[in-house]
């Protein structure tokens, strides 16, 4: 069998019509493989999921316990068969549950990355490669100028503006699904252990994650009480990046603006937002890391769904690895 005729993309998004599914649909389906719990992946609305048990809980926390007709889980490295295709969910090391999905059938194996990671994460289990024919990637940071820093030093620079601005709040913008757990984590492992404020948009995720396993220490409400903005003079204040265009971002003590995102390595986006602190925390592989991957699983060929998927191609093309661009749309950077 051709890998073509086993995996394709339709409007819906990629579609197995042997085995009569979806992967990470952006429109309601009857049957959907979800790969993680980012809204651009995971959608309300479907038939049937099939997810990790993490990732189930996730869209369930989000969009309601109702948020399919029915669910399945499915653990890391357990195989199940839907009409005669074979489907094992990986880890995929980008948020906490994230799976790569291999879908195998007639001798050809695709995998199916979704959005994954290979730098080391206290909030989620570490990406394992999948020797397969096909392997999907994303490309979001598939441009040859993305080198990420490493993220301990990022939180260095944090650590080292709560001494020199005792009195201003440290506001950070972060994304309410593993960004925000991650970035607090990285607080922790560099020595920070007072309390954390957070924003109520994540106060769910980040008792999930705590349920989970995952040390967050003594996290707060960012909300004004009895101490007014004086009680978060010096504090590291956490919120979706949403939250700092309302009045919520103007209530604290002279608050210094911070964005962690892979974003914040392009000046100009920073400047857009009014960034003060950048902070170069991606949850998406830079561009040698792309390359390392690839070099690792060496597959037929490679497929690119989101992100900028030419240059990744003309490389794979220039290095002899036959790969083409899925130019699926509806896939954002909500976990960047």
């Not at 892979?262 to 003060?276: L, P, S």
Request: include cysteine; hydrophobic fraction near 40%; charge should be negative.
């Amino acid at each position: 069998m051709k890998p073509e005729a086993l995996l394709f993309p339709t409007p819906a998004g990629l579609y197995c019509p042997v085995g009569d599914f979806y992967v990470d649909p952006v429109r309601p389906v009857d049957r959907a493989l979800i790969t993680h719990g980012h809204s651009d992946h995971a959608r309300s609305g479907h038939g049937r999921v099939l997810a990790t048990r993490q990732t189930l809980d996730i869209m369930a926390l989000r969009y309601g316990v109702d948020f399919a007709g029915s669910e399945q889980a499915i653990d890391f490295g357990e195989t199940i068969h839907l009409n005669g295709v074979e489907i094992g969910f990986h880890p995929a090391g980008h948020v906490l549950g994230s799976a790569q999905i291999a879908i195998e059938h007639a001798g050809v194996r695709i995998v199916v990355s979704g959005d994954y990671k290979r730098r080391p994460d206290a909030t989620c289990t570490a990406f394992v490669p999948v020797p397969c024919d096909v392997f999907i990637t994303e490309a979001t940071f598939g441009l040859p100028v993305f080198h990420h820093p490493d993220p301990a030093l990022e939180i260095g620079k944090l650590l080292a503006s709560l001494e020199q601005f005792p009195q201003r709040s440290h506001l950070i913008g972060a994304y309410a699904l593993g960004k925000a757990q991650r970035v607090i984590s990285l607080i922790r492992q560099g020595g920070y252990d007072k309390p954390i404020y957070i924003h109520g948009a994540l106060a769910k995720l980040c008792d999930y994650y705590s349920s989970q396993g995952i040390e967050l220490g003594e996290l707060r409400p960012a909300t004004i009480e009895n101490g007014g903005a004086s009680q978060f003079e010096g504090a590291v204040v956490i919120g979706p990046p949403s939250a700092f265009n309302d009045r919520w971002a103007r209530r604290f003590n002279d608050p210094l603006a911070i964005f962690a995102s892979g974003w914040m390595m392009v000046r100009q986006r920073a400047k857009q937002r009014g960034v003060e602190l950048p902070l170069v925390i991606s949850d998406h592989c830079d561009w040698p890391e792309l390359i390392e991957t690839i070099g690792e699983l060496k597959p037929g060929a490679i497929w690119v769904t989101h992100g900028r998927e030419e240059a990744l191609v003309r490389w794979c093309e220039l290095n002899g690895i036959a790969a083409k661009p899925l130019h699926l749309v509806g896939y954002e950077d909500e976990g960047d």
